[in-house]
């Protein structure tokens, strides 16, 4: 009885932080469907890798391009967010409102807005 009891505390656990930390996932201000801003200069479209909409779903990157879903990670420190590759590869993103710039290495900056629907 002892054994159930111990078992049951332990799954009642590892479940309250399973969703302690899909919570958590929520206030990452880079999730969700980006598009290029108008505002991009030819010099800035010309850098978007990723094309014109990129999309940051918890476990993945994906791009418009016609390449195929990047599996990311995300860190932040303070208001700067890292999107992380499995590589090791990183891409810097600051938000605001909703507006997402996307420091891409060697690039430059790309803006993005949030995308409608």
């Known amino acids: 009885m002892a054994v159930f009891f111990r078992t049951?505390?332990?799954?009642?656990?590892?479940?309250s932080v399973g969703l302690l930390l899909t919570a958590c996932g929520d206030n990452n201000?880079?999730?969700?469907?980006?598009?290029?801003?108008k505002a991009?200069?030819?010099e800035q479209q010309e850098a978007a890798i990723f094309g014109e909409t990129v999309e940051f779903t918890?476990?993945?990157?994906?791009?418009?391009n016609g390449f195929p879903a990047v599996p990311v990670s995300y860190?932040?420190?303070?208001?700067?967010?890292?999107?992380?590759t499995a590589d090791g590869h990183s891409i810097t993103a600051?938000?605001?409102?909703?507006?997402?710039t996307?420091?891409?290495p060697m690039l430059g900056s790309v803006p993005y807005v949030k995308a409608k629907g």
């Open 40 to 42: 991009a200069t030819k």
């Open 75 to 84: 860190k932040h420190d303070g208001d700067t967010w890292f999107i992380v």
């Open 58 to 64: 918890a476990g993945a990157m994906v791009p418009s």
């Open 102 to 104: 996307l420091e891409v």
């Open 29 to 37: 201000p880079v999730l969700g469907k980006w598009e290029m801003s």
């Open 94 to 100: 600051h938000r605001t409102r909703n507006d997402l």
């Open 8 to 15: 049951t505390t332990r799954l009642t656990v590892i479940a």
